[in-house]
């Protein structure tokens, strides 16, 4: 680990343009001609390198998003989508059939969970939702049956750590394949180097950084990736979750300014949960002693570019919850909406958002409170001159007031 650096081997990549350009050319075809019929076949099955059949497989401008981002998490070569979701379901049923299993974290993106809870035993794949942060309990919950483990370095929305050396382990001695969702924490945590076989990210969120492309990435060996993108049995190529060749042109620009992005959203998230917690509000964040997973966390990450952009605050009622992001998009503080990475903070209740597709029940035993906020702190330049405004919202709504929200 101490000798990788994510960034630095996207720095080190360089790709020419077909006319000198320092930007590789647009590929912008979605099907591509052959000098001979015989070369048409050997593609088709796969034994053809530098030449391209069809979008849906492959295109230039993919698999040159595809080696950076495969540079970036340190795997053989990599897969982009067109979106994240497009990322994660391939990847699952590649892996499981009917009759498998897998073992999930219990606090995952809304998305994931209800394809995992909802779609996946249709095909007669199920799964075990589990407190990730307890190896016994995850390996207590691994069957006969079970082929994957599933969890996200850092969890929407709880902002759970993942033990991803130690849930590694696991995965190896009972011959499991670890998948690692990393959306909120790339550069911080590279998870195959920390022995995670896949690593998924949709790249909607920091890694494409201006909220202007859906997309997704998975991480992976080359063996993994050829069997995603097998014309007869690849979930990627028959399930079609491309992306297309000027998005993937986009976020190959903004993948340039992540390692910048990322110090600035991790400084930033850092400074806000500091001031907040002091203030007594009930703070999460990972850059925080406070937080149950510190010290694992610390342990993991790549100091450089911090613990990341993400915080949530407990203002204890969904109606003061509401009420302060309303009140915060009205002065400018960013946006009452979902996703995160942007440039600008942006928030929102989970509960009725990003996990409302998890059950009431089990979003309280997960401790997923109404009055919860997500943050995705953006690249403020002043902070405290946000924290200052921050506040001044949360005074006006008797935020600090309501001793149900206050830290012991």
Not at 132 to 145: P, S
């Amino acid at each position: 680990m101490k000798n990788f650096n994510p960034a630095d081997n996207i720095q080190d990549l360089q790709y020419f343009g077909e006319f000198g350009g320092v930007n590789p050319s647009i590929s912008d075809s979605s099907t591509y001609t052959f000098l001979s019929a015989k070369t048409m076949f050997d593609t088709f099955e796969g034994n053809m390198e530098g030449c391209y059949l069809y979008s849906r497989h492959s295109s230039p401008s993919n698999l040159y998003l595809d080696k950076a981002l495969a540079a970036m998490e340190g795997t053989e070569t990599a897969n982009v989508s067109a979106s994240g979701m497009g990322a994660i379901t391939p990847t699952l049923l590649q892996l499981c059939g009917s009759g498998d299993h897998i073992v999930s974290s219990r606090t995952i993106y809304g998305g994931t969970y209800a394809f995992l809870k909802n779609f996946t035993p249709r095909l007669g794949i199920k799964t075990t939702f589990v407190d990730i942060t307890k190896l016994d309990v995850v390996e207590a919950a691994i069957t006969a049956e079970t082929k994957v483990l599933y969890c996200e370095t850092v969890s929407n929305p709880l902002l759970e750590v993942a033990d991803i050396a130690g849930l590694a382990k696991i995965a190896k001695k009972h011959n499991l394949k670890l998948a690692v969702d990393n959306t909120f924490s790339p550069l911080s945590v590279s998870p195959a180097k920390l022995g995670a076989d896949i690593v998924i990210h949709s790249l909607t969120k920091y890694i494409n950084g201006s909220s202007d492309t859906v997309g997704g990435v998975t991480c992976a060996s080359q063996e993994f990736i050829d069997s995603l993108k097998n014309v007869n049995s690849g979930a990627s190529m028959l399930l079609g979750p491309t992306m297309d060749s000027l998005r993937s042109a986009s976020v190959m620009k903004n993948l340039r300014t992540l390692h910048i992005r990322m110090k600035q959203h991790s400084h930033n998230a850092m400074y806000l949960a500091e001031r907040f917690e002091k203030d007594g509000l009930k703070t999460v964040y990972p850059g925080l002693k406070s937080h149950p997973s510190h010290e694992l966390y610390s342990s993991m990450i790549n100091h450089e570019y911090g613990f990341g952009g993400m915080m949530t605050l407990d203002v204890g009622t969904l109606e003061k919850a509401n009420a302060l992001m309303e009140l915060m998009q009205a002065k400018n503080l960013g946006y009452l909406a979902v996703s995160l990475g942007f440039y600008k903070t942006l928030f929102s209740a989970p509960g009725t958002s990003t996990s409302s597709e998890i059950p009431m029940e089990e979003q309280i035993e997960m401790g997923l409170t109404d009055g919860l906020i997500r943050f995705s702190i953006g690249l403020d330049n002043d902070i405290e001159r946000t924290y200052q405004m921050m506040k001044k919202c949360m005074m006006e709504l008797n935020v600090f007031t309501t001793e149900s929200i206050l830290t012991e």
